[in-house]
């Protein structure tokens, strides 16, 4: 069974070596991980991006589940690209698992980010956006597709120290996959 | 015909007004306009963000297509959650438009927020990850997303004074759904 591996490890420098030990990890389950082909495109081509967006997208077609790196990504939440495609395999009907490896709730971090105002049992960031405080680690649509369409959002006890290379909740998401797909690896 | 209007409007200070406003534009181009019910959810439930969740769900599934704003939302990209809307009504075949009001590209606002490094044609963050440079104005899935179900994203010339209450990327929007599925209308 084929697993979708999103995530903004991607942006990683060592995003090929990371993509390589996320797929030996599946390969030890018994999962075939698809690994986006972001970096094996030829970035000068004018077309490069829609390549990128085609290829993902045809993985993700190709897939019977999504595992969703959901570790905060220049900001208090997930990644938005990955969420895009947590969406949309929710949408197909596939398996979605997800993980993050900042096990603090989403209103933490961004209290931790900047000075918020609580009033009327409602939390505002300094541009007086509400700031969902559902106890939750991120926003309610990706926390809730999770539980619905697969697992809840896999978090580690503490942070680990490296959190862009630390594959422990990777590695949950990954035998639970198996657990569903394939009973008898697991 | 109905469309569902995803953004972090829902977190605004005057999220029923901004909601009716919208749903007020829609129906000036004969459509449908569906506002999320986050604000209409009794918020001490202590199912209140499962019940939000299952309420957007339905209204996805009920319209045919959404109008997503994706203003740049606490960090340089769309909101999360908005994001995970737009991939979902991407996988169901669903009409997709999307604006921001904010007209740079992406690379140009993380460099706006922090000091990047270029090396070898590759920008990175401080964290040493790569931002995306591809002169588009977010993530290329979601950028690729709107072009290939719907009409590519919808930006001002100059952001408007009020990023969160200028609602006319919001009609062009609307205008272009109107032409789809009611052309009579435009």
Known sequence: ????????????????????????????????????????????????????????????????????????????????????????????????????????FYAERVADMSELKSANGLLTDPDGLTVENFDLADNLMMIHALELHGSPLITPEMAPADLWHDLACFETCVRLAAGRFAPAAV
């Open 1 to 104: 069974m084929k697993v979708y591996l999103a995530g903004p490890d991607v942006f990683l420098p060592d995003a090929i070596e990371i993509g390589r030990a996320k797929v030996e990890l599946c390969a030890a389950y018994g999962l075939t991980g698809l690994f986006p082909l972001d970096n094996q495109i030829d970035r000068d081509r004018a077309d490069a991006s829609l390549q990128i967006f085609r290829g993902n997208e045809a993985m993700m077609n190709a897939a019977d589940g999504i595992i969703a790196n959901l570790t905060p990504f220049r900001g208090p939440g997930a990644d938005p690209g990955t969420v895009y495609e947590l969406g949309y395999m929710a949408a197909r009907g596939k398996l979605c698992l997800g993980y993050s490896n900042d096990p603090r």
